[in-house]
């Protein structure tokens, strides 16, 4: 049904998938471990679920996928000049020249240096949240990295064209998963993974496992991604994290996206065990780079300190972090996609709070910052609808109407 419902609100969706289930609220409410009462609110719009462990619990409950219960972010929607851009990414995934088309006919054989720029370039345009354009440029750089692959089979430069070839699926899987394209993601990062074990690099490996544990944490299998986060770890030579500040960011923002599966888990031990592994690294590096743009440091630790204060619903202590002086320069120096995501964060912490003028302060920040990044996150869409609900003053309608929240 994907697509079919994404002009309901979250409450009809609950509702309608409910019924599709034949299920009773008092039924939906015992399978989530919540009250009746609690699914009425739910499905009547009057409360939000803004936690990602309770929205699993939900589309378990309801037998349908992740996505199909937040709704299709709206930067799928054709804007300006740029056209979806799934189909051409779908093409350029495919192994055979025959099944992709025209894409690789008379495509000349891209120099490696070529390869490597427009891999650094698909990873600028992803941390600067300009993903219209990333989904323009991706089919290519797919095509040319896999050509580039096929025709240094062999020679001292296969190894170059592998590594950038895996890179560029990588940021492709992370793209697709934005999109709330989950089985298309899957394809990229299982190709991706693929890719890295014939390398044998560490690195590329572990940046590609924390890429198929971003893609199940986006399809809903929390264990899974957790489980893949310590097993990576594990499979690391000993002492290998501490060997460079590649392998240091590598590590620690592996168990960064390890601790929200945790999170999402109700692991709260495990949870911090994997903050804490993160905060090692980043003390040992000593402060916010972007190697391999992983955007790691002691930032990118509080930022998801912060995240997972949410995911476990524990509004206080991301009260308490959201109020320290310093957290609005948090994100200075990082890339945007990092400095939207806190203060959407912030803005989320805030609205839960009752503390409406705040919230749509940062929601607003966040907007401006990075607005196709927001209007593609469920998380933001809910709160921009609930403001609006909250109060009569036109410029947080407008907001909500912008980021796609209301009509």
């Known amino acids: 049904m994907r697509g079919m419902t994404d002009h309901l609100t979250f409450g009809r969706r609950v509702s ?65 000049d740029h056209k979806g851009s ?21 495509r000349e054989v891209p120099h490696l240096a070529r390869v490597m720029a427009e891999v650094d370039r698909a990873w600028e345009l992803y941390q600067a949240s300009r993903y219209a354009r990333l989904g323009e440029v991706l089919p290519g750089l797919l095509a040319d990295a896999r050509l580039a692959v096929h ?24 793209y697709l998963r934005k999109l709330g394209e989950t089985n298309l993601a899957w394809t990229a990062i299982d190709q991706g993974d693929m890719v890295a074990s014939e390398l044998g690099d ?19 299998l929390a264990q899974e991604a957790a489980g893949v986060t310590l097993n990576a770890a594990q499979d690391l030579v000993e002492g290998w994290w501490k060997s460079s500040p590649v392998a240091l960011s590598l590590y620690g923002t592996l168990f960064l996206n390890g601790a929200v599966a945790a999170a999402r888990m109700r692991d709260d031990g495990l949870t911090d065990e994997m903050l804490d592994k993160a905060q090692a690294a980043a003390d040992r590096l000593g402060g916010n780079r972007n190697e391999m743009w992983t955007a790691f440091g002691p930032a990118n630790v509080r930022i998801h300190q912060l995240a997972t204060a949410l995911e476990t619903e524990d509004i206080a202590t991301a009260l308490a972090m959201v109020s320290r002086p310093d957290m609005c320069r948090l994100g200075s120096g990082l890339p945007v996609e990092r400095q939207a995501r806190l203060l959407l964060d912030m803005a989320r912490t805030y ?57």
């Open 16 to 80: 309608l998938y409910r019924e599709r289930r034949m299920l009773s609220q008092r039924e939906l409410g015992e399978l989530v471990n919540r009250t009746e009462d609690w699914v009425y609110r739910v499905e009547s719009d009057r409360i939000p679920v803004n936690s990602v462990r309770i929205l699993t619990d939900l589309a378990d409950a309801l037998r349908v996928h992740l996505e199909d219960l937040q709704g299709s972010p709206t930067l799928l929607d054709d804007q300006d």
């Open 151 to 174: 025709s240094n089979a062999r020679g001292p430069r296969n190894a170059a064209a592998l590594r950038q070839f895996a890179l560029a699926l990588h940021v492709a899987a992370v």
């Open 351 to 407: 609205g839960e709070a009752r503390r409406p003028e705040e919230s749509v302060d940062h929601l607003k920040r966040a907007f401006k910052k990075a607005p196709e990044q927001i209007r593609a996150h469920e998380f933001a869409r809910d709160l921009a609808r609930r403001l609006a609900k909250q109060t009569r003053q036109r410029d947080v309608h407008e907001l909500a109407v912008r980021i796609g929240a209301v009509r």
């Open 86 to 106: 799934v189909p051409a990414i779908r093409a350029a995934l495919m192994q055979s020249r025959r099944l992709s088309g025209d894409l690789f006919d008379r």
């Open 202 to 220: 560490p690195g590329v490996t572990l940046a590609l496992r924390r890429g198929v544990a971003h893609v199940q944490l986006g399809a809903g």
